[in-house]
C-alpha cells in the first residue's frame, strides 16, 4: 500500500486528516505556516512510495492516521489506504529551512489569511538561528525564503536581500526566495545569491485576478517572471498558480503554456480554504481527477519547453507536498 500518483492526488483533494496527538509530540513533525492560504494551520507531512504530501491536521476530515508497528496508515471510509511514515518538517518542510520574513500583508487577495492574521516580523538575527537550528540536524539541504508585505513591495525586497546576504556567506547550500516583485527585485536577489526565485501570479484568469488580488498587478508579475529568467535561467524561475477559484481547465492550461514559452514553471497549487476567509470569497478544492488530468497536461507543456521541475532545488518544486508535481509525482 505505497503512495502512487493516483492516491497522492485523492490525499491532495482531500488536504487534511484527523491524527492523534501523539503521534505528532516530535516537535519537527508538524509545521503551522505562516504565509499563504494555509497559514496559521497546524499540518503535517507523510511520506510514502517517493511520494510526499502535507495534510492539516482536522479532527473532522475523512482521513485517518493511524499507528502501525513503526510506520502510520491512512484510512479512508474504514478502509487503509496507504502506508508510509510521518516526516520530520525541520521549519516548514522537509530538508529546507522554509521561513517566512513578514508575516504580514497589505494586499488583501480574498483567498489568503495573512492580512488577518497580523503576524510576526523575522529580523535577520532570528531567521540566521532558526536556520542554524535546521542546519544541526545534518537534515537541511537548502534555505527557502518567502514574505507577505508589511509596508511596500521595495521594503520587504530589501529585507530580503539583506537575509540573503547574510545566509550565503554562512551556508554553501541553494537559497530560494518567493516575494512580490519590484522592478529591480531580481537583480538585487541574484547579486545577494539567490539560487532560485518565484514571483507568484495566483490565476491567469484576468477577470477572477482582479477580483479576489484587487491590489495586485497581473501584467507586473509577468513582466518580472520573463525579466528574471533572463536573470537566474531557465528551471529556477517558478510560480504557484492556484486552483479552484472558479478558474476553468482551458484558462489554466492556455496559462501555463504562456509561462512555459517564457521559461517560467508553473506549480499547480490547490486552494485551501481558510476560516477566516469564510465569506469573502467561495472556492472549491479541486477533484483528484482534475489533479492528475492538469498535471499530466502540464507536464507535457513543460517537456515541449525543455523546463525540468526536478531539477528545482528551493521551495516547493523539491518538496512536492501540496501538489501534484510533474516529473516528480507523475
Known amino acids: 500500500m505505497v503512495m502512487n500518483a493516483e492516491i497522492k492526488a485523492l490525499l491532495v483533494s482531500i488536504g487534511s486528516a484527523d491524527i ?27 511520506k510514502s512510495g517517493g511520494h510526499r504530501v502535507r ?14 508497528c513503526s510506520d502510520v496508515i491512512l484510512i479512508k471510509d474504514g478502509k487503509p489506504i496507504v502506508s508510509g511514515r510521518l ?10 529551512a522554509y521561513l517566512t520574513i513578514s508575516g504580514r500583508c497589505v494586499y488583501d487577495c480574498k483567498f489568503c489569511p495573512v ?42 525586497v530589501k529585507r530580503a536581500v539583506s537575509v540573503v546576504l547574510a ?15 519590484t522592478e529591480t527585485s531580481s537583480e538585487e536577489l541574484k547579486h545577494a545569491g539567490a539560487t532560485e526565485i518565484k514571483y507568484n501570479v495566483e490565476t491567469m484568469d484576468s477577470e477572477i485576478f482582479s477580483r479576489v488580488c484587487p491590489s495586485l498587478s497581473l501584467e507586473h508579475i509577468l513582466k518580472s517572471l520573463e525579466k528574471a529568467v533572463l536573470i537566474f535561467g531557465e528551471n529556477r524561475v517558478s510560480s504557484n498558480f492556484i486552483l479552484g477559484l472558479g ?21 499547480l497549487r490547490p486552494i ?3 476560516p477566516l476567509r ?53
Open 20 to 46: 492523534n496527538e501523539e503521534l505528532l509530540k516530535d516537535a519537527l513533525r508538524t509545521t503551522r505556516p505562516s504565509a499563504g492560504p494555509g497559514a496559521g494551520i497546524e499540518s503535517f507531512f507523510f
Open 55 to 68: 495534510l492539516a491536521a482536522n479532527k473532522n476530515s475523512p482521513l485517518k492516521v493511524i499507528k502501525c
Open 87 to 96: 516526516e520530520p518538517a525541520l521549519s516548514h518542510c522537509p530538508e529546507q
Open 115 to 156: 492580512p488577518r492574521l497580523e503576524g510576526e516580523i523575522k529580523d535577520r538575527e532570528e531567521i540566521l538561528e532558526l536556520v542554524q537550528e535546521a542546519w544541526r540536524t545534518g537534515l537541511l539541504r537548502a534555505i527557502s525564503l518567502t514574505s507577505g508585505v508589511e509596508s511596500s513591495a521595495e521594503e520587504e
Open 167 to 181: 545566509l550565503r556567506a554562512r551556508y554553501d547550500v541553494p537559497i530560494g526566495v518567493s516575494v512580490y516583485p
Open 247 to 267: 478558474e476553468s481547465d482551458e484558462c489554466v492550461l492556455a496559462g501555463v503554456a504562456k509561462l512555459a514559452d517564457m521559461g517560467v514553471i508553473p506549480i
Open 272 to 274: 485551501s480554504p481558510h
Open 278 to 330: 469564510k465569506g469573502d470569497i467561495d472556492v472549491k478544492r479541486p477533484s483528484p481527477e482534475r489533479l492528475l488530468s492538469l498535471a499530466r497536461a502540464t507536464k507535457k507543456i513543460l517537456a515541449e519547453h525543455d523546463l525540468r521541475p526536478d531539477l528545482a532545488e528551493t521551495m516547493c518544486l523539491p518538496c512536492t507536498g501540496c501538489d501534484i508535481t510533474p516529473f516528480r509525482d507523475l
